[in-house]
């Protein structure tokens, strides 16, 4: 099974900051990855895939870069309905697999 | 618009098994797999496996190979997941999935629109 590493789990920051966060994969899946959000007590929503479509509706200030093993999330400018979790998740093969999260908190 | 409705909460005994529904609207209910994920309280998504709603078709995680089963109904849309010898670990929440992936090009479960979930706690 292909496994995703996030870095880091958890962050702080102050709305208006440049966020990144990464996601490792244990073998090369080419730009088969995906970034989702997650908010307390609701389904993920999709944000990015493949791995810089920006999911319909998604804001401008998300981006995603990467291939290989080695992608990133980036929020250019952290607003305050962004905080939250965010998890990648690959989509090269069965079995899926998500990577652990990265919980956005305010500063 | 698109929308998948899963069934509501359940509390099941050890050992038990548990069956969670998921009618999906908006769409052609035959052209996009469904799949089925678990989430542990702080936990990440888990995948579980899909179902083709089209011809039955499944393909299950190797972890719950044995104790899922996937099944789909044209009229309703609706695909259900049942879970058998269910144990306390079991205790999560429970989603559905629309996959928009392209497969032709090699993607796989890419979901672009979830059930609200299912709570599925498993107690004695």
């Known amino acids: 099974d292909i496994q995703l590493t996030q870095s880091p789990s958890f962050l702080s920051a102050f709305v208006g900051d440049r966020v990144t966060i990464t996601c490792r994969a244990s073998?090369?899946?080419?730009?088969?990855l995906a970034w989702y959000q997650q908010k307390p007590g609701k389904a993920p929503k999709l944000l990015i895939y493949?791995?810089?479509t920006l999911q319909s509706g998604v804001p401008s200030r998300f981006s995603g870069s990467g291939s290989g093993t080695e992608f990133t999330l980036t929020i250019s400018s952290l607003q305050p309905e962004d905080f939250a979790t965010y998890y990648c998740q690959h989509l090269n093969s069965y079995p899926l697999t998500f990577g652990g999260g990265t919980k956005v908190e305010i500063k | 618009q698109v929308q998948m409705v899963q069934s509501g909460a359940a509390v099941k005994k050890p050992g038990a098994s548990v069956k969670v529904s998921c009618t999906a609207s908006g769409y052609t209910f035959t052209s996009y797999y469904i799949h089925w994920l678990r989430q542990a309280p702080g936990q990440g998504p888990e995948w579980m496996g899909m179902?083709?709603?089209?011809?039955?078709?499944?393909t299950y995680s190797q972890k719950f190979q044995g104790r899922v089963t996937m099944t789909g109904d044209t009229s309703p849309s609706t695909v259900y997941m049942e879970f058998s010898s269910l144990r306390s670990d079991d205790t999560a929440v429970y989603y559905c999935?629309?996959?928009?992936?392209?497969?032709?090009?090699?993607?796989?479960?890419?979901?672009?629109?979830w059930g609200q979930g299912t709570l599925v706690t498993v107690s004695s």
């Open positions: 073998q090369g899946i080419n730009s088969h």
């Open positions: 999935a629309r996959d928009v992936a392209d497969n032709e090009n090699g993607y796989y479960g890419l979901f672009d629109c």
């Open positions: 493949a791995p810089s």
């Open positions: 179902i083709d709603p089209r011809g039955g078709g499944t």
